[in-house]
């Protein structure tokens, strides 16, 4: 039996039929879009070349990644970033907020 690639959702087409299945290769996917672009902008904001001189420096540094991700984040669910499950199908993320 080939192997398949983990590090890349199955596109829509493949989706398991199964509702809880389903619901896990949608949050694959997600998952996916948040390091592709979430983490990884993060991580071009940080300067790796120059070590930082001090403990409240490198504190700066990380808080600005962690912003720079959060931002990212809600640009994602804002749609800025056009999103696919494959070949054939795109992706559009919503929040959904539940007052208790």
């Not at 509702?19 to 996916?32: K, L, S």
């Not at 490198?58 to 808080?63: E, G, N």
């Not at 959060?70 to 640009?75: A, P």
């Amino acid at each position: 039996m080939p192997e398949t690639d983990t590090s890349i959702p199955r596109p829509y087409d493949q989706w398991r039929t199964k509702p809880i299945d389903r619901a896990e290769d949608a949050a694959y996917v997600f998952g996916r879009d948040l390091m592709r672009y979430c983490h990884a902008e993060a991580m071009k904001s940080v300067d790796s070349a120059a070590l930082p001189k001090s403990v409240e420096e490198l504190q700066k540094r990380v808080a600005g990644a962690i912003d720079v991700a959060l931002h990212n984040v809600v640009d994602l669910l804002e749609g800025f970033f056009p999103m696919d499950a494959g070949p054939n199908h795109k992706v559009s993320y919503a929040l959904s907020v539940q007052m208790i």
